[in-house]
Nanobody
């Protein structure tokens, strides 16, 4: 069984930064890709970014391009989402997700097999 645990959420002022981590555990965890999604109050869960462990390719949603960076920690099964220049509209619960295989719909929830419980990010204006 694979488990994903997010950490690093909190309250920050607009223009500030936060660093989210997604730690994975499980004997069979051999991810093809790890992604981040977010869900703001009253809205659908939306894609933020994903990272391919084998190719190193990073993909970002347009609203976060140039402000967020996704990367991996080679020493552990951890993926980090560095969020800079945060805006109030970035306020949401952020979820980590992972897939062991390539799928063409990695920008959607259907592309992932494993999910964390989420960590809340609040950006004040």
């Amino acid at each position: 069984q694979v488990q994903l645990v997010e950490s690093g959420g909190g309250l920050v002022q607009a223009g500030g930064s936060l660093r989210l981590s997604c730690a994975a555990s499980g004997r069979t965890f051999d991810p093809y890709v790890t992604g981040w999604f977010r869900q703001a109050p009253g809205k659908e869960r939306e894609f933020v970014a994903h990272f391919s462990w084998r190719s190193g390719i990073e993909v970002y949603a347009d609203p976060v391009k140039g402000r967020f960076t996704i990367s991996k920690d080679h020493a552990s099964n951890t993926v980090v989402l560095q969020m800079d220049s945060l805006k109030p509209e970035d306020t949401a619960v952020y979820y980590c997700a992972a897939s062991n295989v390539y799928r063409s719909n990695l920008h959607t929830q259907l592309g992932y097999d494993y999910w964390g419980q989420g960590t809340r990010v609040t950006v004040s204006s």
